[in-house]
């Protein structure tokens, strides 16, 4: 083809390289997103609206509330990292990959929550008639400090020189295309410098001190008491992540916590830990503990996704098949079987159960591949919901009690611990499912375990070999199937160990609590998309991913019906803008983005 | 240039296929082929494309059961599965490289070690000693081998970073962990440069040397003489001629086969009615 290169853009070459998106000088745009965030911050302790009618209370002066401490927040942030651009002592670690592009999403997350929560206020209350001085200086505040963020200047891509045959549409769609760079190159920074090697004591406490943020911010987030607040949250929490990310703070975090893996994960696990300590009531342990099973449950169906790469689509079957296990031999009165074992005999039981079950549906369906195995688990996930309900006594031998399910399963008591009573630890009430919480963080401690040391072993390798290619693993010795189905059943039976407690959690196990997909997680599809959300392979990603899919539903009640529509819409976007999941394995990364930064050495297996 | 090793095979055979015969329902690929690998041999299979090269391929290493006949490993007839194959000691690259491209090289050679290890879930989730023990030694003897293909320097690397003939090497490598007594080489010069194919060479001269026993198919036919202790040629799914470099380098038989036979007299009158019938066909393919 012969392509005629005309000149380029004229206005882009006036302009020069180094131009921010707007026209305003960029040493102004700097000061103007300075001076912006100032005053954001200033309007966070004076009242935003005159009436208590608006969740949060946002009618005083003097202190900030609610919604105003995100705001306060997004502020600062954007505050220090202007700051750190003018070069003031003392503030430059805070940007180790360029302040710029950290600007500009510090301040989009400061517009974007205090915009949202002046409009929230106006329409809540009917009119802007119902904000007070405060509000308007938060609104125009922060979009000054945008305005000014985006007038900060960055280096323009090249704009490829196009074709002049082309129709008008061809031109349009180029053009479009290359605005499109231009606004992502906008966001652009730099790499990170590598973090020197810092003595252990201040890393370590560097760790503690990121520990603590993650706490901070999950119970926070879990204790948000209304829906306005728990948006706010999401949209302060989300664009601050990847303003940190932008400044290259996060990078350099995960050098840090990749040099001390053990202290990182035992640090993660205390503050876990630290969580029901926080709370006052055991509102949000509850909240707590049924995160917990569902991320432990989408961890070890990361084994089986993940690692080996068999999408296995009727997980939550092994978790029911634990719970039932687990159910049935701890005196519930609904059950037939009259017995009351112990817990570690019940958790035998239940991960033992789930172990047979897994090999009796991986032995003849592991010999499929790809598609047909995703049909077939699904389908053998709904076979065991349908037996559970037609176990009842009419249709079936009475064993579970059909739709009923087995109800007043007792709590656990171990070793003299009561698991339903309160308990008090100097000063700290401890409740009945915080109690749970905590037996519930031991299990999860089991599952990370088994996934790290297996992952990084023989049999990890030869899962990984046969998830990159079957037909080589084979040649290379590895016995496919055999592999496969111990893959499988380890997956089962860490569902059927987490099944064990929840049976005892909920008091209840219903059929219906294992359906393939349903508003309430755990369900198969929701524990499918926990492990691709997060990030498949990593021991991070599915916690993460657990934690916001359960949250999400759980505090935004008002979406009612459209939940799953809105989770299928965020699903899809996800898959497209970030194919490899939110904690991307490092494996996975290179995988969809073959242009991004070659790393070419891969120290850790990804986890 | 390497010299030509023309050893007698005075080692013993350690392969032996008998009268393989492969039909695909009514097609015969391979037809009573005869086929025997001595210790501390190269030995090279040629055949011009569809000869069924690749069929007999599979033949040896498991994927295929011929219909008839049988192979002998060391005197046991292969298992039907490509990994017991492998862990009968017969190790295989392939044609279109198969390296796991997101594990590191390191990664995919102590793959290639798995069938020599037992450690299995347990072993791996408890970590007792034994399980630190057999781990460091894979890990040593993975390095050993990554030195003798020339990549111990490029352990943490992902296999997908590799340059194509270090992917090659990569592959040979994998293969080698297993620790096989034949190691079959499908077309191991695919898409190489002169110098990448005489490191190749190198290579598999280095592999003999070691006592391991190497088949090749290939197309490179300088590659291929220069190599090999004896050559067999595959045609039409029937084997053609056996013997040194020489003797299949001079056999007419193997040129016909690769460039045709030449015109001993006129095309006969069928062959002109044919292309005078596809001449006067209506030309439909000319119109577009």
């Known amino acids: 083809m012969t392509t005629q290169t005309t000149a380029t853009d004229t206005a882009t070459a006036t302009s020069g390289k180094h131009a921010g998106l707007i026209g305003i000088p960029p040493k102004a745009g700097l000061a103007l997103a300075l001076g912006g965030s100032v005053l954001t911050i200033i309007s966070t302790f004076m009242a935003w609206t005159w009436t208590s009618a608006f969740p949060g209370d946002l009618t005083v002066y003097g ?45 989009i997350a400061t517009f974007a929550t205090a915009w949202y929560t002046v409009l929230a206020i106006s329409f809540d209350l009917g009119g802007v008639v119902n904000l007070e001085p405060g509000g308007y200086l938060a609104a125009i505040g922060s979009l000054a400090a945008l305005l000014g963020a985006f007038a900060l200047p960055f280096e323009r891509p090249e704009p490829d020189p196009y074709d002049p045959d082309d129709t008008g549409w061809e031109l349009f769609k180029h053009k479009a295309g290359y605005k499109w760079t231009t606004f992502k190159a906008a966001f652009a920074t730099g790499t990170p410098r590598r973090v020197g090697k810092l003595p252990s004591y201040v890393e370590i406490l560097i760790i503690v001190a990121i520990m603590a943020l993650g706490l901070t ?277 860490l569902a059927g160990l987490a099944g064990t407690v929840q049976a005892h959690v909920t008091y209840t196990v219903t059929p219906e609590q294992y359906l393939f997909a349903g508003v309430i997680p755990p369900n198969s599809a929701f524990l499918l998309a926990a492990v691709v959300l997060g990030g498949m392979g990593t021991i991070s990603g599915p916690l993460v991913g657990a934690a916001l899919l359960f949250l999400i539903p759980n505090k935004l009640q008002f979406l009612g019906d459209y939940q799953l529509l809105a989770f299928g819409v965020a699903l899809i976007l996800l898959m497209r803008f970030r194919p490899e999941g939110l904690i991307p394995n490092r494996r996975r990364q290179l995988e969809f983005h073959e242009d991004a930064e070659p790393p070419t050495v891969l120290t850790k297996t990804g986890a | 240039m390497t010299t030509d090793t023309i050893t007698t095979s005075t080692g013993q055979a350690i392969l032996d296929a008998r009268g393989v015969t492969m039909r695909f329902g009514g097609l015969t690929a391979v037809r009573n082929v005869d086929f025997t690998v001595n210790a501390g041999e190269i030995v090279g299979l040629i055949g011009p494309n569809g000869a069924g090269k690749t069929t007999f391929f599979n033949c040896l290493t498991g994927l295929y059961i011929p219909t008839e006949g049988e192979v002998r490993y060391k005197g046991n007839i292969l298992p039907p599965k490509s990994f017991k194959v492998t862990a009968a000691g017969i190790a295989r ?60 320097k490029k352990a943490d690397h992902l296999a997908r970073n590799l340059p194509y003939g270090e992917q090659r090497k990569l592959e040979i490598a994998r293969a080698l962990a297993s620790e096989p007594g034949l190691l079959l ?104």
């Open chain 1, 63 to 107: 202190y900030p509330g609610g919604l105003q401490v995100l705001v306060l927040i997004g502020g600062i942030l954007s505050t220090l990292f202007c700051l750190a651009a003018y070069g003031v002592k003392g503030l430059g670690w805070l940007v180790p990959a360029g302040p710029d592009a950290a600007i500009k999403l510090a301040t």
């Open chain 1, 217 to 493: 911010v999950f119970t926070y987030g879990i204790g948000t008491e209304y829906d306005e607040l728990f948006i706010g949250f999401l949209i302060t929490a989300g664009l601050g992540f990847a303003a940190l990310s932008k400044a290259g703070l996060i990078a350099q975090a995960s050098q840090i916590t990749a040099r001390h893996q053990n202290i990182t994960i035992c640090g993660a696990f205390t503050a876990a830990a630290l969580f029901p300590f926080t709370q006052t009531d055991d509102q949000y342990a509850t909240i707590g503990v049924y995160i917990l099973i569902f991320a432990t449950v989408a961890l070890g169906l990361n084994i089986v996704v993940g690692l080996a790469g068999l999408l296995d689509l009727g997980y939550v079957a092994f978790l029911g098949v634990g719970a039932y296990a687990a159910a049935l031999v701890s005196g519930s009165p609904s059950s037939p079987f009259d017995v009351h074992f112990p817990f570690w005999a019940a958790v035998l039981v239940g991960a033992g159960a789930s172990l047979v079950f897994g090999v009796l549906i991986g032995a003849p369906t592991l010999r499929l591949r790809g598609d047909y195995l995703a049909i077939v688990t699904l389908g053998f996930g709904e076979i065991f919901r349908i037996t559970a309900n037609n176990l009842d006594g009419t249709s079936g031998p009475d064993l579970t009690n059909g739709s009923n399910g087995i109800s007043s399963i007792p709590n656990l008591n171990i070793l003299g611990f009561d698991f339903g009573a309160v308990h008090t630890f100097g000063g700290f009430t401890i409740g009945r499912f915080a109690n749970y919480f905590f037996l519930m963080l031991i299990v999860t401690a089991v599952v990370v375990t088994v996934f790290r040391r297996s992952s990084d072993s023989r049999i990890g390798r030869a899962w990984v070999a046969i998830r990159e290619d079957e037909t080589a693993a084979l040649a290379m010795g590895i016995n496919g199937f055999r592999v496969k189905l111990i893959a499988f059943a380890v997956g089962a039976s």
């Open chain 2, 93 to 152: 690259t392939f044609q279109n490289i198969r390296l796991f491209a997101n594990m590191t090289v390191l990664e995919n050679v102590l793959v290639g070690h798995h069938t020599r290890t037992k450690e299995g879930f347990w072993s791996a989730v408890l970590r007792l000693p034994s399980f630190h023990r057999a781990e460091g030694a894979s890990r040593e003897r993975a390095m050993e081998l990554l030195q003798f293909v020339g990549l111990d």
């Open chain 2, 185 to 288: 080489l499908d077309e191991p010069t695919a898409g190489m440069n002169p110098q990448e194919t005489r490191a190749t060479e190198e290579l598999v001269f280095a592999i003999r040397d070691k006592g391991i026993a190497v088949l090749v198919i290939e197309h490179d036919m300088r590659f291929i003489f220069n190599l090999c202790d004896r050559v067999s040629v595959l045609v039409q799914g029937e084997k053609l001629v056996e013997g040194d470099s020489a003797t299949v380098q001079g056999d007419e038989r193997v040129i016909a086969a690769y460039l045709g036979e030449p015109f001993a007299n006129e095309p006969g009158g069928e062959e002109v009615a044919e292309v005078e019938a596809a001449e006067a066909a209506p030309g439909k393919e000319n119109d577009r």
